[in-house]
């Protein structure tokens, strides 16, 4: 069974109760894992307090960077381990599984190297004053994780804390937590002392409600559900914290008629059946001028068709979905789009000899999409592009901006001029141009606006974001 890791060590959960984890691939049990609540909640903050006041907060910069290195270090070494971990746990083919470790090594690589070179600085003030700006840990931080990259959403979240010098509460995901906590048992084999990681598995609405209304921590960064980031955030203003909240999408691709279709085709299709769907910047609206609209979804068409779908080991372009509520909410969607007579212009298809029982979806190409229908406004989180067609610029880019959600957008064009309008009208975290990459690098700032959510994460904003500043102001005479 796996077991939780509080102030050092793998535990049970203090009322002894666990959790079935099932697999994506046949929904059949394949472990447990501790029913954390209130209980090791108290714990496990008590326990990131006790490392700030010992080793964990006597550490310099230098010496942080260096364990976060280390550990960067240890996962690259348990690499295929860890990529197996993943995607059991979340029915990843094993190509993306593998990615997606490199990627979480980066993290640690990235703000290892990152954790000394954030300084702070003077500001000339009066005449006998010598005014300094520090830059501090915030204490305690909370991370609240989702299930489709669990392994990447750790080293996002908590990379950057750690290399600020705050100690860390994670709760990942109920349907995910394998890899984060083999992650704390590697990072406590090279040398980070007890409390400055901890990991605590359980329900969101039992171990993940206490650690957001806890008041020993000192701020909040949530990746997960519009929904429940509305929770976090109520908690977070009670106790007057701030968090970061990283929340769902409905990422645009504005595609004009000047568009090199060789590369966008492969790029666009591959940026909503990536993780099967399950991506907050899957590109799920594709928003095409008219002009070359038939075309684009003949080729669409064409590659949609070739998708299949199929476990882990077999290692096609989409797994299962995470879970049968997931595999619910897409069959959903396509359903809706079905009673509205929203044609379907080509589907994937699933390997021969699937386990009945598993969390098997059909990626879609949905055309003609009406703007406000639900598949176009809601996020699915499945592989499902929903196409719709606009003729000027001004009309692309109100679809672009017509959901909800701002967290990610691409405009395909040559035209120089258009590309500077377009990516400044869209209302987004990040705008790509001529590409899609999901969330971009480990050293681009990443985030969203509107219902997305607020704050930054990656790259040296994540930093900022996760420490504080205290002024000094010396009056020396
Ligand atoms: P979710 O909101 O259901 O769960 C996310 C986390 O919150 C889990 O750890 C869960 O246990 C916990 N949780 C649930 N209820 C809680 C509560 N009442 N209080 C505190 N914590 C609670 O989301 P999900 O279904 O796991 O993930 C999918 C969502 O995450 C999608 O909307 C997706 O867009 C979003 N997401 C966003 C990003 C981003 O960077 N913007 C990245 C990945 C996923």
Known sequence: ????????????????????????????????????????VDLAVQAAHAALDGAWGKMT???RGRLLMKLGEKVLAHHAELAQLEARDTGKPMATANADI?????????????????????????????????????????????????????????????????????????????????????AREVGFPPGAINI????????GAHL????????????????????????????VIKCVLELGGKSPHVVFDDTDLDRAVPIITRGIIANTGQTCTAGSRLIVQKRIYPEMMERLAKQFSQIKVGTPEMDLDCGPVVNLAQQQRVRHYLA???????????????????????????????????????VAQDEIFGPV??????????????????????????????????????????????????????????ELPFGGVKRSGHGREKGFMALEEMSTTKTVINYHG
């Not at 793998?10 to 472990?31: H, I, R, T, Y």
């Not at 979240?157 to 349907?175: F, H, Q, R, T, Y």
């Not at 040559?414 to 969330?439: H, L, M, P, T």
Request: aromatic fraction near 8%.
């Open 61 to 63: 910069a230098l010496e």
């Open 385 to 442: 592009l929903a196409a719709m067609s606009f003729d000027t610029e001004e009309e692309g880019i109100r679809l672009a901006n017509s959901t909800a959600y701002g967290l990610m957008a691409a405009v395909w064009s040559e035209n120089g001029g258009r590309q500077q309008r377009v990516s400044k009208a869209i209302k987004a975290g990040q705008v790509y141009i001529n590409g899609f990459g999901a969330g971009g690098g480990v």
């Open 200 to 207: 605590v598995t359980g329900l969101g609405e039992e171990a």
């Open 212 to 239: 957001s209304q806890h008041p020993g921590i000192n701020f909040i960064s949530f990746t997960g559900s519009n929904e429940v980031g509305v929770l976090v955030q109520q908690a977070a203003a009670k106790n």
């Open 102 to 186: 490199t990627v979480l090594a980066r993290y640690f690589e990235f703000y290892g190297a990152a954790a000394d070179k954030i300084h702070g600085h003077v500001i000339p003030f009066l005449n006998g004053y010598n005014v300094t700006v520090l830059r501090e840990p915030l204490g305690v931080t909370a991370h609240i994780i989702p299930w489709n990259y669990p392994a990447q959403m750790l080293g996002r979240s908590i990379a950057p804390a750690l290399a600020m010098g705050n100690a860390v509460v994670v709760k990942p995901a109920e349907d995910a937590c394998l890899s984060p906590i083999r992650v704390a048992e590697l």
């Open 336 to 374: 809706e789009a079905q009673k509205s007579g929203i044609p379907v212009l080509a589907q994937g298809s699933l390997a021969s000899g699937l386990p009945a029982d598993g969390y098997y979806v059909t990626p879609t190409l949905l055309g003609d999409v009406p703007p406000q229908h639900c």
């Open 1 to 40: 069974m796996a077991k939780m890791f509080i102030h050092g060590e793998s535990v049970n959960a203090v009322s002894g109760q666990v959790l079935d984890v099932l697999s994506p691939v046949d929904g059949q049990k394949f472990d447990d894992i501790p029913r954390g609540d209130k209980a090791d």
